[in-house]
């Protein structure tokens, strides 16, 4: 009776444990200061950011992936592949670069890129090369497009928190959890007429999805491949989107962080 009691006492501490860490995990991923220092000219992230351009992919990976809460944690051990989040370059009217990313929630966020530089143990920038006009032509689309995901979709605007995401995060499901329990062929597409929110709440990868939003309304692919159910690792070197016609990706440029302390 007493190994009852206690089994009890523990099953019922269980979901309080997972609140507190979501949580603390959340509180620890949105500490950062309001205003970010710019690099130093001449450092090695004044240099990555002097030669992005939008469109450009950021692949981002997490050594220890427990810190991002257990929600994000178990999402990230479903999903096939090294790399937790894929998010795209924008480059805005004063040649700021921004790394625009949706996170695991949905919740869309639009960072300058030696920030997000920072928040990494390990970045992998995808170049994207075509011709310079072609790439000014999307630049303002791009930017409309990101503004917009982050009046629909930036913090504060998606429905989450954490004590219901606890209790709706189901592994068999949420979509999330999709390549855990699914072959590729059976993993949820997004409905291309849903609005963006919904898009990213019940896409397999929201970052994936975000990175084909994007890449669909400024012409990058076509737009049958919009809602395709990828997943961050698809986008790494060895895969590529199917890009428009001309338009391709360079060598990859890998950033960990001892550049950056032995750079700077």
């Given amino acids: 009776q007493k190994m009852a009691s206690s089994s009890t006492r523990f099953a019922a501490l269980v979901p309080t444990a997972l609140v507190a860490w979501e949580v603390g995990a959340g509180y620890a991923r949105h500490r950062r200061p309001k205003e970010e ?3 130093v000219e001449g450092s090695f992230e004044w240099q990555v950011e002097s030669k992005a351009s939008t469109g450009d992919l950021v692949l981002t990976r997490h050594l220890q992936r427990w810190r991002q809460g257990p929600l994000r944690w178990a999402a990230l051990l479903a999903a096939p592949g090294p790399y937790d989040s894929v998010g795209a370059i924008v480059v805005d009217k004063g040649g700021n670069a921004r790394v625009l990313e949706a996170d695991i929630d949905g919740s869309v966020s639009l960072r300058p890129l030696p920030s997000k530089m920072r928040d990494a143990d390990e970045i992998i920038i995808r170049p994207l090369a075509w011709p310079r006009d072609d790439r000014d032509k999307i630049e303002g689309k791009a930017n409309v497009f990101a503004t917009k995901a ?9 429905q989450h928190n954490a004590v219901d995401a606890v209790v709706a995060w189901r592994a068999a499901a949420d979509e999330r959890f999709a390549p855990a ?10 409905q291309a007429d849903q609005p963006l929110p919904v898009k990213l709440q019940r896409a397999v990868s929201p970052s994936a999805t975000l ?7 400024v012409g990058l692919i076509p737009p049958q491949h919009r809602g395709r159910p990828l997943v961050a690792s698809d986008f790494a070197p060895d895969n590529d989107p199917p890009l428009r016609k001309g338009a391709r990706f360079a060598t990859p440029v ?7 302390r032995e750079t700077n």
């Fill in 37 to 39: 220092a710019r690099p």
């Fill in 150 to 158: 982050i009046l629909e979709c930036g913090p504060g605007r998606q």
């Fill in 181 to 190: 329990w699914q072959s590729r062929n059976d993993w949820p597409a997004v």
């Fill in 211 to 217: 990175v084909l939003e994007l890449y669909a309304s």
């Fill in 254 to 260: 890998p950033i960990r962080e001892a550049n950056l």
